[in-house]
């Protein structure tokens, strides 16, 4: 019978293909820079990453998150059971029925794809993946019946003549062709279930370990300074297992989703930028990426390969400085993808190599070199805003409980008020806290953010340096920028220790643990609706929800949550130097976020981060009133009363 | 070899180009930057290099240590000169031997330093001892053909005036110059800086001199009248008052001065 030979011969011809494919797929991760990976220790812990890290998120969607365990399940199973069965020809009735059950199982999901994609949402992508979901039933029907006399419900040969035989073996030899060729060839050549074989080992050798099993790694890479070349350039100037992650993409286009710069029409699309560095790390042109594209850019004109510069052909400048580093496509990605580090990574080349940083960029940084802060003002003037507050300055007092970290909200007169406000509440509940004053320089979050990782390190070692200098237990900050590089960034830089045993916090969290001590007694809030805006520095980047939440119903506020809100919240617009490059678009991001505030029916925004103030302030009036936490508390305190 | 566009005439060599730059300082900080103006004659030398006119080097006198020379360099240089000096020196005789080392065709440097003396003078003791004119507040040199260059000087309110300069000469350069481009930081610490060993003369008035923080100069108070916000608008923006002056073009020298001389008198400039 035809079948006989037939079948494990197409079988074997497909996995030595795959085989080849994957190791020529390996090789252009290869062409990456060196990174250190517990190549073992990844491996091993690849499969509960995959069933619990991976699956976590992809359970935001329930409907895709079943379907997927039955296809994809059903599918590694089926495969296994596949080889002893039809190619190894193990001859037992029990192998038989369980691929029987797998085939069923896999057939079930791949009804729910097919479904799926009938009249499939925009973010997803159409091309060789609407494919797919006839490839998965192919596959699963086909090896049914293949399966049927091996389970003994059919004879043998299907009980055909000879004719029939030959007939019934061509048919089955193309559909098996064509549906397994989808499943292992197209998985390491670079068809939709090329995501199954990158993924999992992006999975095994993700460059933020941390992030698995609850953790969280948002802090950015230090650049390497002082080489021939800074940041990345070419395709092949990211590590390797940075191209191996753009490559485990499924273009499920959640990130675009939820991308700010895409809602608001800058010509920025998470999905088509990793597709873009997969057509960068494979060379070739973008023709046939078949989902949406950055807004009002046309596809098809993008061409890369892994020697040539990024931003020569294949993506534009615009596309990179049009990110805020809001993390919301991070957050949202099911294959845990890196978006923001590659975005950086190619923003320091810009930057440091080119010195081609749009709009405001150049001057802001120039500020920031000379007067340690953005806006070039003078550093001696950095304490003015607190001249009627009499607090202590660390130069003075050497030692204290709490140091405040007052960041570049001193500068600016809408950010005192925030200030001057968490000051109140402070001396309400009788904290010993200092501030550095004159002392203190800016935490370097827009430097490094633009790409200038070399100014960025001068300041985090010079604010180390003058840390070092005093002791303290706690630092409180209210600006979710200078929290995050204290908390996450600083440490790469930290060779005295400064900020060992130190703990960082945001002043929501400082506050809320006041409030439980009972050292601070707040009036009920009666000023109608209230909203909370969660900033991206402080939600998606420190996993801080509950704290502005748990002060504001200290006060008696039933947050009306918006739409999009907690680690989906919507950036302001405010983040990763977006204001000081402005890349133009239809809309303004924190309009968008207004729009959603209004949305509520609140009359009042609480927000915790001077940045979002001052964005969301910006949003033409009639609008709700926008105040800062630490605003809304100093108003209610009863005084003397704790 | 370079290769030149067809554009150029053939016989068309290209010329030197030489720009001073200094230390500069940030009006709120006090601490070392890339002076203003200096910024903006490397920005110019760097523009014509680009349109393959000049070839451009970039001279600093002073210590080869400053962080600041590589934010020059860093504007996309591939190598610096340093003439070494201590504090205090006179960069004049360094400069004066390394331009005629050099060979230069024209010398670019910004109007005034940022820093020291500040009195806006080397350029014009330059030019004295090289024997060049010296071509004062440019904006823009637009062409240079046949040893002639082609140079708007910058007047006030947005006012240029249109020169032929017949090379050599000494241009110093306005703030209506175009801005620096942003400096690179990779390109400015892989270039490379040359140190020449110079002349070191102490500058033996200056070293004499008692240095105090400058006062603000007074200003002519404008008194305004204004009855309606677009008054005050109007005064705001309005031009400075006219008419006051008047331009001497055929008059003697002698009367030229006297009128300058009344006009301090009446100032209460010179008293």
């Known amino acids: 019978m035809i079948l006989d030979w037939l079948l494990p011969t197409l079988i074997a011809t497909l996995i030595l293909l795959a085989g080849i494919g994957a190791i020529r797929r390996a090789n252009l991760w290869r062409a990456g820079q060196a990174e250190k990976v517990d190549i073992l220790a990844g491996l091993m812990a690849m499969p509960k990453r995959y069933l619990h890290d991976l699956h976590h998120v992809v359970e935001r969607d329930k409907y895709m998150s079943r379907t997927h365990v039955a296809t994809g399940g059903g599918f590694v199973l089926a495969m296994v059971l596949v080889v002893l069965v039809h190619l190894l020809e193990i001859n037992s009735q029990i192998l038989a029925w369980l691929l029987l059950a797998a085939l069923v199982m896999m057939f079930c999901g791949a009804v729910f794809v097919f479904k799926r994609r009938l009249n499939p949402p925009s973010r997803l992508s159409k091309g060789p993946w609407m494919r797919l979901p006839k490839s998965l039933l192919t596959f699963s029907l086909t090896f049914f019946i293949l399966t049927l006399p091996a389970a003994g419900i059919l004879p043998d040969s299907f009980g055909l003549g000879e004719m029939g035989q030959i007939l019934l073996g061509l048919v089955f030899g193309v559909l098996v062709l064509l549906s397994l060729g989808e499943m292992l060839f197209g998985m390491t050549w670079g068809g939709p279930m090329k995501h199954a074989f990158a993924g999992a080992l992006h999975l095994a050798f993700h460059r933020r370990p941390e992030r698995f099993g609850g953790g969280r790694s948002t802090g950015l890479k230090p650049a390497d300074l002082g080489g021939d070349s800074h940041g990345v350039a070419k395709p092949e100037d990211f590590k390797w297992n940075q191209l191996l992650g753009f490559d485990a993409c499924v273009q499920c286009g959640r990130c675009e989703a939820m991308c700010p710069a895409f809602a608001a029409g800058q010509p920025l699309n998470p999905k088509k930028l990793i597709q873009d560095m997969v057509v960068g790390l494979a060379g070739g042109t973008d023709e046939k990426y078949a989902g949406s594209a950055y807004p009002n850019v046309e596809v098809g004109k993008a061409v890369g390969s892994p020697t040539q510069v990024i931003t020569e052909g294949l993506v534009s400048a615009d596309t990179l400085w049009s990110c805020t580093t809001c993390r919301a496509c991070v957050e949202e990605c099911p294959m845990m993808i890196e978006h923001v580090d590659a975005i950086v990574d190619m923003r320091r080349f810009l930057t440091l190599e080119k010195g081609d940083t749009p709009n405001k960029g150049a001057e802001i940084l120039e500020n920031i070199i000379a007067t340690d802060n953005p806006n070039g003002y003078a550093p ?118 400064a900020l060992q045993e130190v703990e960082v916090l945001h002043h929501t969290t400082f506050l809320n643990r006041l409030m439980e001590q009972g050292k601070l007694s707040v009036a009920e809030f009666m000023g109608g609706k209230v909203t909370y805006h969660d900033p991206c520095y402080l939600g998606r980047y420190n996993g801080e929800y509950e704290s502005p939440r748990a002060l504001l119903s200290g006060l008696g506020i039933e947050v009306a949550e918006m739409e999009r809100s907690g680690y989906r919240s919507r950036c302001c617009g405010g983040g990763g130097g977006a204001p000081i490059t402005d890349i133009p678009g239809e809309r303004r991001i924190a309009d968008m976020r207004m729009e959603e505030v209004v949305a509520t029916g609140a009359e009042l925004v609480a927000v915790g981060c001077q940045q979002c103030t001052a964005m969301l302030e910006g949003v033409v009036e009639p609008r709700p009133q926008v105040r800062d936490i630490a605003e809304i508390m100093a108003d209610q305190l009863v005084e003397g009363a704790a | ?268 400039v010179i008293r």
């Not at chain 1, 960025?456 to 995050?484: C, G, M, W």
């Not at chain 2, 554009?7 to 002076?35: N, T």
């Not at chain 2, 000096?85 to 060979?103: F, R, T």
């Open chain 1, 380 to 497: 001696g003037s950095r304490t003015h805003w607190a001249a009627d507050q009499n607090l202590s300055v660390m130069k003075d007092v050497k030692k204290v409980d709490v140091l405040f970290w007052v960041s570049d909200g001193a500068f600016d007169m809408r950010s005192q008020r925030i200030l001057r406000a968490f000051v109140k509440l402070l001396k309400a509940a009788k904290v010993d806290v200092a501030i550095l004053g004159d002392e203190e320089r800016d935490s370097g979050d827009v430097a490094r953010r633009l790409g200038d990782d070399a100014t960025f390190q001068s300041l985090a070692k010079r604010n180390l340096a003058t840390l070092s200098q005093y002791e303290f237990n706690t630092i409180v900050t209210t600006d979710p920028h200078a929290f995050h590089c204290l908390r996450n960034e600083y440490q790469d830089f930290d060779e005295q220790g």
């Open chain 2, 1 to 268: 070899m370079l290769l030149k566009p067809s554009s150029m005439p053939s016989d068309e060599a290209k010329y030197k180009a030489l720009v001073c730059v200094s230390i500069g300082q940030h009006p709120q900080s006090g601490r070392e930057r890339r002076a203003d103006q200096d910024g903006r004659a490397v920005e110019m030398g760097l523009n014509l290099q680009g349109r393959q006119l000049v070839d451009l080097s970039v001279v600093h006198a002073g210590q080869a240590t400053s962080p600041v020379l590589r934010q020059y360099a860093g504007m996309g240089l591939s190598c610096m000169t340093v003439l070494s000096q201590h504090q205090g020196d006179d960069a004049l005789s360094a400069m004066l031997d390394y331009v005629k080392d050099q060979q230069a065709d024209f010398l670019l440097m910004g109007t005034r330093s940022e820093t020291g003396e500040s009195s806006g003078l080397l350029p014009y003791l330059l030019a004295e001892k090289l024997g060049w004119p010296l071509v004062p507040r440019i904006a823009e040199i637009q062409s240079i053909e046949k040893g002639v260059a082609q140079i708007l000087l910058a007047l006030p309110r947005g006012q240029r005036r249109s020169v032929a300069v017949s090379l050599p000469f000494v241009a110093t350069v306005d703030n209506a110059a175009t801005a620096a481009r942003q400096t690179a930081f990779g390109p400015g610490m892989r270039a490379n800086i040359e140190v020449v060993e110079s002349l070191s003369a102490i500058d033996q008035e200056a070293s004499e001199w008692q240095f105090q923080p400058a006062k603000a100069r007074s200003k002519r108070m404008k008194v305004v009248k204004a009855k309606s916000a677009a008054d005050r608008f109007k005064a705001a923006t309005a031009k400075a008052a006219g008419g006051g002056g008047k331009v001497m073009k055929n008059e003697s020298v002698e009367e030229k001065a006297n009128a300058i001389f009344d006009f301090l008198l009446e100032e209460k």
